[in-house]
């Protein structure tokens, strides 16, 4: 998939944070807590699904996805992998409920950058997101070139 084309990636636009969820709450709930804690320096971008969300990233590069794995239609693991294929430096927290043990593993072996298991931990997913965000872009250059 390397022929998917992505809008513009400024610095600028790589300090969005985008969240990819199917549950109208979490989405509310992340929102107004990322923004409270980021504040206007790290807008928040909200996608209901999977082809939302790819939408969004085609559109302008975020610094970071948060993504909800099981969803209705494009799932989350599906997402993961056009976002590898469209950007590998894009770090990605997965988050999901799911009883199987074998998901995390899974997302990380396909490329995200963190798990988080549902019910979220709040400080858990605030400690995830500063590391994330405070990645220099030569960094997050290196990273995607170190990753499988």
């Known amino acids: 998939?390397?022929?998917?084309?992505?809008?513009?990636?400024?610095?600028?636009?790589?300090?969005?944070?985008?969240?990819?969820?199917?549950?109208?709450?979490?989405?509310?709930?992340?929102k107004d807590?990322?923004?409270?804690?980021?504040?206007?320096?790290?807008?928040?971008?909200?996608?209901?699904?999977?082809?939302?969300?790819?939408?969004?990233?085609?559109?302008?590069?975020?610094?970071?996805?948060?993504?909800?794995?099981?969803?209705?239609?494009?799932?989350?693991?599906?997402?993961?992998?056009?976002?590898?294929a469209i950007d590998r430096g894009i770090p990605v927290i997965v988050l999901t409920g799911a009883a199987d043990p074998k998901v995390p593993g899974q997302t990380?072996?396909?490329g995200a950058a963190a798990y988080a298991p549902k019910p979220l931990s709040l400080k858990y997913l605030d400690q995830l997101v500063a590391i994330f965000l405070a990645l220099p872009d030569a960094m997050t250059e290196r990273w995607s070139q170190l990753r499988f």
Request: charge should be negative; aromatic fraction near 2%; proline fraction near 5%.
């Open 33 to 84: 807590y990322l923004t409270q804690r980021l504040g206007d320096e790290f807008p928040i971008l909200l996608a209901r699904n999977g082809l939302e969300g790819l939408e969004a990233i085609r559109l302008e590069l975020p610094g970071l996805v948060i993504l909800d794995i099981e969803m209705p239609g494009m799932g989350g693991l599906e997402l993961l992998k056009h976002i590898q």
């Open 1 to 30: 998939m390397s022929t998917e084309t992505t809008g513009r990636s400024t610095p600028s636009t790589r300090r969005r944070v985008l969240i990819v969820d199917d549950d109208d709450q979490i989405l509310a709930l992340l």
């Open 108 to 110: 990380l072996m396909q």
